[in-house]
T-cell receptor, first 114, second 113 residues
Framework: GAGVSQTPSNKVTEKGKYVELRCDPI?????LYWYRQSLGQGPEFLIY????????DSGLPNDRFFAVRPEGSVSTLKIQRTERGDSAVYLC????????????FGPGTRLTVL | KQEVTQIPAALSVPEGENLVLNCSFT??????LQWFRQDPGKGLTSLLL?????REQTSGRLNASLDKSSGRSTLYIAASQPGDSATYLC????????????FGKGTKLTVNP
């Protein structure tokens, strides 16, 4: 596709439920990143994939958060037992995969936990 | 730990004015710095990427400079227009193994007609 796409654009769920957020990177981009942005803040790093493997998951806040990228393209961010504090915009980005490359961002998924 | 600060947090200017947005970072060991624009309720649009070996980058009315040794970058917008109204974010990619970007909180720019 022309850019990074994310689905759904909005997700409303109840506390304690499980959610999955999907990211489809730019074709040919080997690196994929997840960030989380709270209101009035800059994005905060969650996890980074190079190919199929998670190269850096140091930003995941706890073990309720998990992400996969089984074929090295589409990625899914999974959140178990959602809490109200998980409400935020979840942003995905991709790049060509070397240190010097730009990251290109998708439109984000706005998650609201009631 | 890398920290990025953007000043001011908000800026309001009349149309046509030239303006400067500031970004500072605490650890000068970076690979590059990226400036983004974010419209309300939208994702981030990449504006300019400056590698650590570069001093500046230009795109149209935008010019970004980098002074790595002092930990500073500026985004200069010439002849501002109402369509430039958005939040501008800077982010750095630090040396040391991780490919993540560390962001500032952004500067919210309003250009008044």
């Amino acid at each position: 596709g022309a850019g990074v796409s994310q689905t759904p654009s909005n997700k409303v769920t109840e506390k304690g439920k499980y959610v999955e957020l999907r990211c489809d990177p730019i074709s040919g981009h080997t690196a994929l990143y997840w960030y989380r942005q709270s209101l009035g803040q800059g994005p905060e790093f969650l996890i980074y994939f190079q190919g199929t493997g998670a190269a850096d998951d140091s930003g995941l806040p706890n073990d309720r958060f998990f992400a996969v990228r089984p074929e090295g393209s589409v990625s899914t961010l999974k959140i178990q037992r959602t809490e109200r504090g998980d409400s935020a915009v979840y942003l995905c980005a991709s790049s060509l995969g070397t240190t010097y490359n730009e990251q290109f961002f998708g439109p984000g998924t706005r998650l609201t936990v009631l | 730990k890398q920290e990025v600060t953007q000043i001011p947090a908000a800026l309001s200017v009349p149309e046509g004015e030239n303006l400067v947005l500031n970004c500072s970072f605490t650890d000068s060991a970076i690979y590059n710095l990226q400036w983004f624009r974010q419209d309300p309720g939208k994702g981030l649009t990449s504006l300019l990427l400056i590698q650590s070996s570069q001093r500046e980058q230009t795109s149209g009315r935008l010019n970004a400079s980098l002074d790595k040794s002092s930990g500073r970058s500026t985004l200069y917008i010439a002849a501002s227009q109402p369509g430039d109204s958005a939040t501008y974010l800077c982010a750095v990619r630090s040396r040391g193994g991780s490919e993540k970007l560390v962001f500032g909180k952004g500067t919210k720019l309003t250009v008044n007609p």
